[in-house]
């Protein structure tokens, strides 16, 4: 073998290995700890006094890579089941009764349902510290190898999605778990609407344009479509309306055909061709597109209407009926940002 091809081969399974240590090991109680005081929890006690924070916790799983190496001096394993952290003592690799010393790093001993994740793994795989929401990440180099991070001190846990840090956490109700969604109030998302008194500004709509701007979403929600405020002029043009996420990505948008823009100085309302989750607390941009042969008019957001750095622009020599992305901004231009919502 020659060694060109060794190197090759080397880096292979390099790549390889670190893609297979990036997840952090889960799984989940098999039985509920139905009290946080662990002398009188169903999952009975290893010993000590009847005060004694030492349990059984019981795993729908155990044989993660892990806890198959586990060793309570050269390789310890910590779990983390809602906010509260464990050090392992002990497995029955057979039944997946674990030993356990509960409310550890500075956590509490706290009651958990039957079916909670158990986030697993050695210390080194763990967080110190918790991240902003929206912190750059690159999931499987650096310090960013394991994912989801996890603060075991806080029980703040964090996934890298589209190069950022969001907080993915059960126990933080609203604060952005991919699997949970919140009911949205008032029935949707809106961008900031401008003190009474602020005149608004009328644009016409350019085929080759497109306006944008941000919109805060604060927690998790499934999303059906987007509406635009449109201004009092009477044009009939097809408009498309976009959603974008914190990169400029589409996320979702309107038929491409478009669609008929029907009511003056009001919002129109359309859905988008498919639903689409967005996760909070972030920022996403929503936007308008129209075809420009009968001078329908968007509102827009005048100088002095939004708090600072909110970004409103738009993007030019863009083909009607296409899917675009952004440049995302933090720059207002008058003029540029439509009253928009999202629901």
């Known amino acids: ?7 090759t081969l080397a ?6 290995l ?35 924070l030492n ?6 799983a155990c044989n993660q890579t892990d806890m198959a190496a586990f060793n309570r001096v050269s390789a310890p394993v910590k779990l983390l089941i809602d ?11 057979t039944t997946c009764a674990v030993n356990v010393l509960r409310g550890t790093d500075g956590t509490s001993s706290l009651p958990h349902a039957s079916g909670a994740v158990v986030y697993l793994g050695t210390p080194d795989k763990f967080a110190g510290f918790d991240l902003p929401p929206g912190t750059a990440c690159t999931a499987g180099t650096g310090a960013d190898l394991y994912t989801p991070r996890i603060n075991l001190s806080t029980g703040t ?23 949970v969604n919140y009911a949205q ?14 005149s608004l500004t009328a644009v016409t709509d350019v085929a080759t344009t497109v306006w944008f701007d941000q919109i805060f979403i604060p927690v998790n929600a499934t999303v059906t479509g987007a509406c635009v405020y449109n201004g009092s002029g009477a044009g009939t043009d097809s408009v498309i309306l976009y959603l974008w996420d914190q990169t400029g990505a589409l996320v ?53 209407s939004t708090p600072l750095k909110y970004g409103a622009s738009s993007k030019t020599a863009v083909t009607f009926g296409t899917a675009t992305t952004i440049t995302p901004t933090t720059t207002f231009t008058a003029g540029k940002g439509p009253l928009m919502t999202v629901y």
């Open 11 to 16: 880096l292979v399974v390099l790549a390889a």
């Open 55 to 60: 349990a059984i916790v019981f795993l729908a």
């Open 185 to 198: 109030p008032f029935g949707g998302f809106q961008t900031p609407y401008p003190a009474p008194g602020i």
């Open 157 to 179: 846990v964090e996934d890298c999605i589209n190069g950022r840090w969001v907080l993915n956490s059960a126990n933080l109700p609203g604060q952005a778990d991919p699997q």
């Open 18 to 52: 670190a893609g297979a240590q990036t997840k952090l090991g889960s799984t989940t109680l098999s039985q509920a700890i139905s009290t946080a005081d662990p002398s009188t929890s169903v999952v009975g006690l290893v010993g000590g006094t009847a005060n004694s």
């Open 1 to 7: 073998m020659n060694t060109l091809k060794r190197i």
């Open 252 to 304: 979702a948008n309107t038929a491409l055909a478009g669609t008929a823009s029907a009511g003056a100085s009001q919002y129109q309302c359309i859905a988008f061709t498919a639903t689409a989750q967005v996760l909070g607390p972030q920022t996403y941009y929503v936007g308008v597109a129209g075809n420009g042969t009968t001078a329908s008019s968007f509102e827009m957001y005048p100088a002095g």
């Open 83 to 93: 906010r509260e952290a464990f050090d392992v003592q002990a497995i029955n690799t």
